[in-house]
């Protein structure tokens, strides 16, 4: 396990297409997290899942964005009919929460512009 | 409402001078605080957590309640701490955790 895998890593796509991001976590962690970040901004919670179950949707997670994580295991992001304010730095983070939280462990990010 | 705030947006600091990462919260129960490190072309990483009462690369941090503050500090800055860092938050919920909140972050330049 080579930690908190995200694909693809940059995607350029023109406004009004769908796109869609993947998210494969660490194989033991039971929680699996999206966050955006824009330019000089700290990462921005969208939404979190417990094993397959979607805890929590942010306000900022319109209903063009919808996340699934069907089997517990990795996770998609879907953005619908993208806009240029969709551009950001889409981050994937997975952690181990039980007694005590541990820390996020993070991917690399997918980053998105969309022109 | 959860809140995380770091009042400086960029610090510079001399190689070997002391280095203070201001953060404060609110948070109306008992959070756990984090900080964590973003170098340059790398991903974002955990450094230290409050519940471990560690430190980590030299860095230190102490939660005070009374100031709802969690500040980082280093004793001597080294090159390469240069680095943009995040306070983040994650309070209770019932028996489990709830969600990281991230603060705006903070760049820090050390100078040679």
Request: charged letters at 20%; glycine letters at 8%; one cysteine or more.
């Amino acid at each position: 396990d080579t930690g908190v895998s995200q694909n693809p890593r940059h995607k350029i796509t023109k406004r009004g297409q769908n796109v869609t991001f993947r998210c494969d976590p660490i194989s033991e962690h039971n929680r699996l997290y999206w966050y955006r970040q824009t330019l000089g901004q700290g990462p921005e919670f969208l939404t979190y899942f417990q094993n397959e179950a979607q805890l929590e949707k942010s306000r900022l997670l319109s209903d063009r964005f919808s996340a699934e994580r069907p089997k517990g295991s990795f996770s998609t992001l879907e953005i619908q009919r993208t806009e240029q304010g969709d551009s950001a730095m889409y981050l994937c983070a997975s952690s181990l929460v039980g007694e005590q939280v541990y820390g996020y462990t993070f991917g690399s990010g997918t980053r998105l512009t969309v022109v | 409402a959860q809140r995380v705030t770091q009042p400086e947006k960029l610090l510079s600091v001399f190689k070997g001078a002391p280095v203070e990462l201001k953060c404060n919260y609110s948070y109306s129960g008992s959070p756990e605080l984090f900080w964590y490190v973003q170098y340059s072309r790398q991903r974002l990483q955990l450094l230290l957590r409050h519940i471990s009462r560690e430190s980590i690369k030299g860095f230190t941090a102490d939660l005070n309640k009374g100031e709802t503050s969690f500040h980082l500090k280093k004793p001597f800055a080294q090159e390469e701490d240069s680095a943009m860092y995040y306070c983040a938050l994650s309070g209770r919920w019932k028996t489990s955790y709830d969600k990281v909140i991230f603060g705006p972050g903070t760049s820090l330049s050390v100078i040679p």
